[in-house]
RNA sequence: GGGCCGGUAGCUCAACCAGGCAGAGCAGCGGGCUUUUAACCCGAAGGUUGUGGGUUCGAUUCCCACCCGGCCCA
């Protein structure tokens, strides 16, 4: 698209059109609307800081240079209070005529939304408001767009979502929950390397949709001549490590998984996995409540947490819940890996769960937990034991047949994690695979295929080893108290607009 | 995929039920004001009512299709 396109797209508004004036306005008064780059010596909050308890009508002695963004002006005639955003927060600008002298027609003439950089003596005004007495100023770059209503916000949803950069700007909900995203995945980070895990990274592209149960995006490397998947998990290429001997792995990143959208699922999302060598399911519990209790301290700065509106506490310990044994409650039929399928079957079905042809007794079990048990679990739950047949990378349990050593962490009726302790047994492995790609030749499109060289790995020896994977957007979720995934994700998903096709 | 709700000025919202000149606040523009805090006062502007069709003398309003979003369900 050529500049003319873009100018005559903007003039179409009277009000960029007017900012674009005032642009020309300004080169031909000498005036770069745009400069290269700028010198700040402080930041809005620590100026509240060190001077909070300023009485009204004082002065400091103290010069600095503040930056952000204009956020608002009140023109009294000749002075005029203005409003800095900055990173840290807001500081009031105080423009006097006979302090600017020439200058003040100029500063009177910005226009919310403006960048600008400010010099001068930090002070406060006869109603003690903390301000900085503009001195200079320096405009650094021109708003063309007008900021949104300033009382009122931005409340669009589709629109917040779709130009997040305005959402930021004006709603500082949008400014905190992206910052409580950073602390989060900070405090993951911080937790696991205080632990001695390492943070990797695995490739993104896949030859083979691995690790998960789930519709991978397709794609196409032309170089190459093969069709490749956006992976759906992280899994196989962290054991893969750790059979080369990086016992404590972890990585937090985007898989991709092509399915619809909702409050609590977008196509792309980020997963953390960990794995550590030595360990079983059992070290992945004390692990895991200790990754989100210290997440809830840092951010939240406690465990306990409102979430829609209740009560929900993260503290430890967390309830723990046998798979089959939930089921068999919330059923009022013995749940067991080994029972009759028509049982299981007349069971589910008398308990209102859809189901369908072919499903063998674990299929069944997990449709009746997830539409039965699920929904009703609030605090942190370990749900523990999960059948075999849903469960390939998992491994049997070391007394139960059937069930593996598995756990899945429900929170507020949804999976936050899920961890087993890994199967290292290459013969049994390829059993599971095999089991997988006759559901998959079957019918179930999402079963796991068979990867040749992660058999190939484990030939080679994976030691005893607990792995998690922890949902990172709906941790978040949790210590935010959003409830729609796209809140937590700085650019969510959407259809395309009309203008981009 | 289905049901319900929404889309009106740059933003936040009226008017729609029951068809009759599309309004307000903020922002912007012009003017006034030396301590404001959503500043205030005066003035003049600003609209393809999501898109396309239909009904009607007349459609933001009623009907149909489509687009985008939200919530719920699958």
Redesign the pocket.
Known sequence: MGDGDERSSLDE????A??LA?VDRLRDAGVEPYPYRFERTAFAADLHDRHGDLG??ATTDEQVVVAGRLM??????????G?LLDPSGRI?L?A???VLEGGFAAF??L???DWIGVAGEVM??????L?IRVEGFTLLAKGL??????????????????QRY?DLV?NERARRTAAKRIATIESLRRSLSDRGFVEVETPTLHTLPTGGHALPFETHHDALGIDMYLRIALELHLKRLVVGGMERVFEIGRVFRNE????IHNPEFTMLEVYQGLADYTDMIVLTEALVIEAATAVHGGTEIEFKGKDLSLAAPWDRLDFFGSVAEATGTDWTPDMDLETARSSATAAGV?IEQGWGVGKLAAEAFE?LVEPTLWNPTFVLNHPKEISPLAREHRSRPGVVERFEVIVAGTELANAFSELNDPVEQRRRFEAQVAARSAGDVEAHPMDEDYLRALEYGLPPTGGMGMGVDRLVMLLTGE??V?EVILF???????SD?
């Open positions: 508004n009277r009000l960029t007017a900012r005032k009204s009508g608002g002006m009140r023109d009294m005639g000749s002075l005029v209070f409003v009031q105080f006097d005529e006979s009177s003439d226009d919310v939304g406060t005004t006869r109603r003690g408001e301000s767009r007008p900021l949104p209503e300033k009382w009122h916000g931005l409340k669009d949803i589709e629109q917040r979502h779709r305005v004006v619809g959208v909702s409050t859809s539409t409830e729609s796209r969510p998903h959407l259809r395309p607009e009309a096709l």
